[in-house]
């Protein structure tokens, strides 16, 4: 059985930082593109951050360039999204997945449960 275990969120005063976390576990990941995602109460699942299979290529959204960072780790089949310089407005519930693409929902297989963000102004 696959499973995507996020951890890492929680509460954070603006400009702070987190890092999440994403740990595979049933299968490898080693040739799919990893990604982060995120949903605000009361608005649609958002694209946030990918990293392809070789971990050479990483996009960005517009609203997290510059402070977010996605790496991955092949030998603990893990992968990671740090989050600095945090703003109230990514507050959201954030979840990693797998997949085959990069930034829409239907291109990624796999999902982990979600981890809540929240910063507080």
């Known amino acids: 059985q696959v499973q995507l275990v996020e951890s890492g969120g929680g509460l954070v005063q603006a400009g702070g930082s987190l890092r999440l976390s994403c740990a595979a576990s049933g299968r490898t990941f080693r040739r799919n593109a990893m990604g982060w995602f995120r949903q605000a109460p009361g608005k649609e699942r958002e694209f946030v951050a990918a990293i392809g299979w070789s971990g050479d290529i990483t996009y960005y959204a517009d609203s997290v360039k510059g402070r977010f960072t996605i790496s991955r780790d092949y030998a603990k089949n893990t992968w990671y999204l740090q989050m600095n310089s945090l703003k109230p407005e990514d507050t959201a519930v954030y979840y990693c997945?797998?997949?085959?693409?990069?930034?829409?929902?239907?291109?990624?297989?796999?999902w982990g449960q979600g981890s809540q963000v929240t910063v507080s102004s």
């Open positions: 997945a797998a997949g085959n693409g990069y930034f829409r929902t239907y291109e990624y297989d796999y």
